[in-house]
């Protein structure tokens, strides 16, 4: 492959919204066999090709130096290498398709309110019932990592490719680990999120696969995607705000603002002050502001930084 | 040079034997933990089950065991093997599918004398294979134990430091944590009776629409709010406690000073009921070195050595060349008294110690034909 390969979602909100990103840094897809193809074009960006594949796809093929770049989920890219951030770099948060990966227990353990809390109540269990409490999920990798972090080792873990949320009710496992944004369908099943069991905040990024063959030409068509990136211009997007508390909706209605997973919300970039000092009165402070960038603050565009780390 | 260390092995006497190489995967699983899991040779069954390879021979040896002791097999027995097992590797160089050259014996009375005839089999068989050189990293998993439960401390403390030993840093992240705010429901539960508790807790689910699903009871919410609710956690642990705690987990030492560090250490912090450890610890001390002083040189022993090795309970070791890389062990072993109790559910309950050789680790020495 000498041409800069790029993959990005072939389907739903997450395609509309990569092709947006690339239409705003003033490049227009084009879908080789119409709507349906599966390879495409960027125009104005000769010398990349463009395949359109699932989220989980990308982040994969990243991994295994199938392609150069591509738009994925940070929680796939970690659930699905041994070594998060050895394989890929994110390059640039896109600023949608945000997903937090959470610690989920029926809100009727009251007794369960943080890490600590479920591992008492696992080792407990596990005398009680002769076995390990399950764990449902489909990140296998990142739950074993963070439990192990947390010192939690009464558990197991139990695959769960879909309607995770509902494995508590029928007794497939006896607590989650899922994805969420707003918490709702969390919510309307009887489970509550862990004070700290937000694992990870996700969105869509533009990552870069460090050990694929790299030819020339694929750098240069690189370097001309991220001077682009870079030379976007500012406005639409919104500033991150994590907040100590969970804001109820009718405030993130009242502020204008927007959900973006367990504590997060997100709000335009002129408002930021404003929306800060609010929230703090109402008692959701001390409210932080994440990087918006893994770039910031290095002083470096964006295709440097990333050729530094090939 | 298998040959020769199952020769070695053969002094122990018992049976060679070779058993099932596919498990269900729940088994190793529900034994060890998720950390496991990555190291484990998993494939779906036909049926849709996980099934595992046998990642070790002591796991299915002890299910053997199980059976025969749950119709009527007692006294003391050891299961001689020459037989494959299956890891996923970490190491570049390490095979997936390698031969363990050991044993597993069942029923002796637990101690360091059949501790220290294990261990010198081990070192036997290794010096029968070739091995002129190496060091042994030695522990007893069940120092730790003894000193946390001379502390005098709640049982939910001192079940939770049992626990968190187990845990890389998981320690330290105990006795880092300050006593939180209980929150308003908790602090109401200070001194109530489990009855009381138990209505208190059902009014306030009721009041708030909360129901309890999934197979967790409601008697186990309110066992675990009121320890809390009584200081029964981590609260109950004093800083004298916490120091000594910091000390005794640091300990890693030349062997032969392990009991003089470790009753020192008692004396200092004025801990009285360790002393059937460090006896058991001082005579398997002595009974190694009388009869396979080999490998002791500069053998160290370590309180957390051992601890991740999830189902051994008491005196672990590990054979490493000298300067190697310490993560492959060419010869390990060690004390399980409470796993085939566990792997019974209580029904079976036998000592169990065992050893083994891993001829492809062994260091390829200019003394080996």
């Known amino acids: 492959m000498t041409d800069l390969t790029i993959a990005i979602p072939s389907k739903g909100r997450l395609k509309e919204k990569s092709e947006a990103f690339f239409s705003s840094c003033g490049f227009s897809l084009q879908q080789e066999g119409g709507d349906r193809g599966y390879t495409a074009r960027l125009h104005g960006l000769p010398g990349a090709t463009v395949m359109l594949l699932s989220a989980r796809e990308i982040a994969q093929g990243l991994i295994d130096e199938a392609f150069h770049v591509g738009i994925t989920g940070e929680d796939l890219l970690h659930d699905l290498s041994e070594k998060p951030g050895e394989e890929t770099r994110v390059i640039r948060r896109l600023g949608f398709g945000h997903a937090d990966v959470i610690v989920a227990v029926p809100n009727g353990w009251v007794d369960v309110s943080t890490m600590a809390d479920l591992e008492a109540a696992g080792a407990l269990f596990r005398e009680r019932h002769g076995r390990r409490m399950k764990v449902a999920t489909k990140y296998m990798r990142i739950t074993r990592r963070f439990f192990a972090s947390r010192s939690v080792g009464e558990y197991r873990l139990v695959y769960s490719a879909g309607a995770t949320e509902a494995a508590p009710a029928s007794g497939a496992a006896e607590l989650i680990v899922d994805i969420t944004t707003t918490g709702a369908t969390l919510f309307a099943n009887g489970l509550k999120i862990l004070d700290d069991g937000v694992m990870l905040r996700s969105q869509a990024s533009l990552c870069g696969s460090r050990f694929a063959d790299w030819s020339d030409e694929a750098l240069a068509a690189l370097k001309t995607l991220l001077s682009a990136v870079e030379a976007r211009p500012p406005g639409s997007e919104g500033v991150l705000l994590h907040t100590t508390r969970q804001v109820p909706q009718a405030l993130i209605d009242q502020l204008d603002l927007k959900h973006r997973g367990f504590k997060a919300v997100e709000c335009s970039a002129q408002d930021v002050l404003n929306c800060v000092q609010m929230l703090t009165e109402r008692g959701y402070g001390p409210v932080h502001q994440p990087p918006s960038d893994t770039n910031s603050g290095t002083g470096k565009s964006l295709f440097e930084n990333f050729v530094a780390e090939m | ?369």
Do not use: W
């Open chain 2, 1 to 369: 040079m298998t040959g020769d260390i199952e020769a070695v092995f053969a002094r122990l006497g018992g049976e060679l034997v070779d058993p099932d190489i596919v498990m269900p995967a729940a088994l190793p699983l529900e034994l060890s933990g998720e950390a496991i899991r990555s190291r484990l040779c998993v494939f779906t069954d036909n049926h849709n089950r996980d099934v595992a390879l046998r990642p070790d021979l002591t796991l299915p040896l002890a299910l053997e065991e199980v059976k025969a002791r749950r119709v009527g097999r007692t006294g003391a027995c050891t299961a001689r093997y020459s037989a494959r097992a299956f890891r996923l590797p970490v190491h570049k160089d390490d095979p997936a599918e390698f031969i363990q050259v050991g044993c597993e014996r069942y029923g002796y009375p637990a101690g360091p004398d059949i501790d220290a005839e294990l261990y010198t089999a081990v070192v036997d068989a290794s010096r029968a294979a070739g091995i002129a050189n190496a060091t042994s990293l030695l522990g007893d998993l069940a120092v730790f134990d003894a000193f946390v439960g001379a502390l005098g401390l709640s049982n939910p403390a001192t079940q939770m430091l049992r626990r968190a030993f187990r845990e890389d840093g998981g320690v330290e992240a105990v006795l880092e944590v300050q006593a939180g705010e209980k929150g308003d429901f908790v602090s109401g539960l200070v001194g109530v009776s489990s009855e009381d508790a138990e209505a208190c807790v059902r009014e306030m689910m009721a009041a708030a629409g909360i129901q309890l699903v999934g197979t967790r009871t409601i008697d186990e919410v309110i066992t675990r709010l009121v320890e809390k609710a009584n200081n029964q956690d981590i609260e109950s642990i004093s800083n004298e406690s916490k120091r000594m705690l910091r000390e005794l987990m640091d300990v890693s030492v030349p062997y032969e000073t392990a009991v003089d560090v470790l009753a020192s250490l008692a004396q200092k912090y004025a801990i009285g009921s360790v002393d059937r450890a460090l006896e058991n610890l001082s005579r398997r001390n002595d009974l190694m070195r009388q009869n396979a002083p080999a490998f002791l040189d500069t053998a160290e022993f370590a309180v957390t050595f051992g601890r991740r090795f999830t189902y051994y309970d008491g005196f672990v070791f590990e054979l490493i060349e000298h300067a190697a890389d310490p993560s492959r062990p060419f010869g390990a072993g060690g004390r399980y008294d409470r796993l085939l109790a566990s792997l019974s559910g209580g029904a079976v309950d036998a000592t169990a110690i065992g050893g083994v050789v891993r001829p492809d680790r062994l260091p390829l020495s200019g003394n080996l034909s």
